[in-house]
């Protein structure tokens, strides 16, 4: 008895099962030890939770460019790693606040859009995102295909495409077109792989780094030419333009110097 009043412990052990301080502080003890576990858990669990989330993002990635006409085959021969990241246009890094995740929310914010004049405005957007999203293809820490989203404006409205352009940031590898409203037997026939396919190793820049790429009236002339569309120069000029624009200054032109430096 001596024991049991000298030891807190068994004293409160002691005490009726009825009573309040007891059913409190078993309670408090339940909950701490509880917490205790979950948070060990948490702890050991936060690598594997890390790992596949960043898988379910990878097969994201995946499946979002696999589905566009032509770029499952292009990845498939250009072989490495797929990876995502939004681009801050106006320096051409990495954006620190915008994610993909939150991409359609940033955008939604006319403050993230800036007006173009009239004069560098060669897609006829009006106004540009000030972030876009891209996708890199490495083989090991090269990078061997960079895709790059981007629209203008054709014969019979918006034009959206993918740019896919080699590692050398020069060789256009392949491109296809995501969305159009150009007449059909055509302006529409920009979606034709048998016109698509005439861009593959066609080149964007001289030896002196001006930007050289254009669609031609009819056939193709030199290395940085593609054939025009008979009958539809509205299209392939917006298509021309479209392409000149984004890989310019006022679009990814400082995303591709950036690459050429070494920074991604």
Excluded at 76 to 92: A, C, K, P, R
Excluded at 171 to 199: C, K
Aim: with cysteine; net charge negative; hydrophobic share 40%.
């Amino acid at each position: 008895m001596a024991e049991t009043e000298g030891n807190p412990w068994r004293r409160f052990l002691a005490l009726p099962n009825e009573s309040r301080t007891k059913t409190l502080v078993m309670a408090f003890l339940v909950a701490a030890v509880c917490a205790l576990m979950v948070s060990g858990a948490t702890v050991l669990l936060r690598p594997i939770q890390a790992a596949n989330r960043a898988a379910e993002e990878q097969a994201r990635i995946e499946a979002l460019v696999r589905g566009i006409p032509g770029m499952a085959d292009l990845l498939q021969q250009s072989g490495g790693t797929l990876s995502t990241v939004v681009i801050d246009l106006e320096d051409g890094r990495a954006a620190q606040d915008v994610t993909p995740a939150t991409l359609n929310a940033a955008l939604a914010d006319t403050g993230n859009w800036t007006a173009l004049e009239a004069g560098t405005d060669l897609a006829g957007l009006g106004q540009r995102p000030d972030y876009a999203q891209i996708f890199l293809l490495r083989q090991g820490d090269d990078i061997s295909l960079v895709l790059l989203p981007m629209t203008g404006k054709g014969y019979g409205g918006r034009i959206d495409a993918i740019l896919a352009i080699e590692g050398d940031m020069n060789t256009i590898a392949g491109i296809a077109i995501t969305n159009h409203s150009e007449t059909p037997g055509l302006g529409g026939r920009i979606e034709d792989s048998s016109w698509q396919s005439a861009f593959p190793g066609t080149q964007l820049y001289d030896d002196g780094g001006e930007l050289r790429f254009n669609v031609a009236r009819g056939e193709a002339s030199t290395d940085y030419q593609v054939d025009g569309i008979t009958g539809a120069t509205r299209t392939t000029r917006g298509i021309s333009n479209m392409v000149r624009f984004w890989l310019g200054p006022e679009g990814y032109g400082p995303l591709i110097a950036a690459i050429q430096r070494g920074e991604f």
